[in-house]
T-cell receptor
Framework: DTEVTQTPKHLVMGMTNKKSLKCEQH?????MYWYKQKAKKPPELMFV???????INESVPSRFSPECPNSSLLNLHLHALQPEDSALYLC?????????????FGPGTRLTVT | QKEVEQNSGPLSVPEGAIASLNCTYS??????FFWYRQYSGKSPELIMS????GDKEDGRFTAQLNKASQYVSLLIRDSQPSDSATYLC????????????FGSGTKLNVKP
């Protein structure tokens, strides 16, 4: 089973709202990722958690706040977003096996900021 | 210089033909190579991974890796209209194996 689940599928939020995106995997993967993808562009890395610790933050604005409560769950907390933050937000996971681990994506959350 | 480069396409092939998708990378420390298929509005789906020089076949798909030339390709035999999608090449390196570098993707159109 190579399933990564994400909720919600769609989210519309105003610029003053606070919302959270959720991601879950049960493959025993110890690396989890958040990506942002705009139309006709490749996924853009935001954050990487390795063994539940934040290992990469690609200079993401503080209005995006990641959280890894345990090895299976990953959250992305959203606050005071801008319309340009509208995008497909993808969660992914991979094994920590010295770099040969394959990365699997969830179905994504389509976020619209109004 | 981009770490991973792909021709954006579109690449158009007739149904039943072989589609050849290419990707070059700049970091000689790259060690793992992946091909993803992404349908419009959907998330990327892993279709092939390759770690050593040579060919790797899986059904109608063959991945080819040439580390000396820093080149990885994906061949799709007997192309079907359902193969029409954007194909993303991804690479990670020994120095930072948690970071996957993506190419910009090649759009493939398979015409019936």
């Amino acid at each position: 089973d190579t399933e990564v689940t994400q909720t919600p599928k769609h989210l519309v939020m105003g610029m003053t709202n606070k919302k959270s995106l959720k991601c879950e995997q049960h493959m025993g993967h110890r690396a989890m990722y958040w990506y942002k993808q705009k139309a006709k562009k490749p996924p853009e890395l935001m954050f990487v958690y390795s063994y539940e610790k934040l290992s990469i933050n690609e200079s993401v604005p503080s209005r995006f706040s990641p959280e890894c409560p345990n090895s299976s769950l990953l959250n992305l907390h959203l606050h005071a977003l801008q319309p340009e933050d509208s995008a497909l937000y993808l969660c992914a996971s991979s094994h920590q096996t010295g770099g040969s681990g394959e990365q699997y994506f969830g179905p994504g959350t389509r976020l619209t900021v109004t | 210089q981009k770490e991973v480069e792909q021709n954006s396409g579109p690449l158009s092939v007739p149904e039943g033909a072989i589609a050849s998708l290419n990707c070059t990378y700049s970091d000689r420390g790259s060690q793992s190579f992946f091909w993803y298929r992404q349908y419009s509005g959907k998330s990327p789906e892993l279709i092939m991974s390759i770690y050593s020089n040579g060919d790797k076949e899986d059904g109608r798909f063959t991945a080819q890796l040439n580390k000396a030339s820093q080149y990885v390709s994906l061949l799709i035999r007997d192309s079907q209209p359902s193969d029409s999608a954007t194909y993303l090449c991804a690479v990670n390196t020994r120095a930072n194996f948690n970071k996957f570098y993506f190419g910009s993707g090649t759009k493939l159109n398979v015409k019936p």
